[in-house]
C-alpha cells in the first residue's frame, strides 16, 4: 500500500522514536519526545510523516528560520525504501519551504552514510566541501 504523506502531530510523536530505530537514524539527545513537541508549537507544519493505515513508516522535519530551509529526520522504514518514499518526502518538504520563501535549503548528513549520501546527491543536493560544520551543544 501506498504510504500517503500528511503533517505530522502530537499524536504521532510516539512513533517517531521507534521509527528512527527502525531506520537505524537515531534519535540523538536532543532529540526527545519533548523535543518533536516544541517543534510543532512554534511549527505545526514543520513536521511530514508517512502513513500506512496508521503505522508511520517516514518522517522528514523541514524547518524554516526565515532564512534558509533545512531538512532534519529524514527516515524511512527499511521496509519502504527505495520506492521513492525519501524523495516524495524531500519533494514535499521543498515545496512547503519554496511556499514560506526559502531559496536555499540544507541537509545535514553523516559523511559515513553512503545510503543518505548517495539519496541526497540523487535528490539535485550539491554536496559542499568547501563548508565545515561548527556545533556547540547549549546545557
Ligand atoms: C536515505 C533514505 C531516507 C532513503 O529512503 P528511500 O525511500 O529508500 O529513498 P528513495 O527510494 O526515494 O531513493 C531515491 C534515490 O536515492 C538513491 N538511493 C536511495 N537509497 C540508496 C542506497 N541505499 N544506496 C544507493 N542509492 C540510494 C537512489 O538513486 C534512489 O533511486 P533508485 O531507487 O531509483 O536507484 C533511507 O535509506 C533511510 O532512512 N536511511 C537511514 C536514515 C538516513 O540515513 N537518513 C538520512 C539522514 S540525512
Redesign the pocket.
Known amino acids: 500500500m501506498t504510504p500517503i504523506l500528511r503533517a505530522g502531530t502530537v499524536a504521532d510523536i510516539d512513533a517517531l522514536p521507534a521509527l528512527w530505530r527502525r531506520?537505524?537514524?537515531g534519535p540523538s539527545t536532543t532529540e526527545t519526545a519533548d523535543d518533536v513537541r516544541w517543534l510543532l508549537e512554534r511549527d505545526p507544519e514543520a513536521l511530514l510523516v508517512a502513513d500506512v493505515e496508521g503505522e508511520i513508516v517516514?518522517s522528514l522535519i523541514a524547518g524554516w528560520d526565515g532564512w534558509r530551509g533545512t531538512?532534519y529526520?529524514?527516515?524511512?522504514d527499511?521496509a519502504?525504501?527505495?520506492?521513492?518514499?525519501?524523495?516524495?518526502m524531500v519533494e514535499a518538504g521543498e515545496e512547503r519551504l519554496r511556499s514560506l520563501g526559502a531559496k536555499r535549503l540544507n541537509?545535514?548528513?553523516?559523511s559515513e552514510?553512503?545510503?543518505?549520501m548517495?539519496?541526497?546527491?540523487?535528490?539535485g543536493y550539491k554536496l559542499q566541501t568547501a563548508r565545515s560544520r561548527f556545533v556547540k551543544n547549549l546545557s
Open positions: 531506520a537505524e537514524a517516514g531538512f529526520r529524514l527516515a524511512v527499511p519502504h525504501r527505495r520506492r521513492g518514499l525519501a524523495t516524495r541537509a545535514i548528513v553523516e552514510e553512503a545510503d543518505a548517495a539519496f541526497w546527491a540523487s535528490a
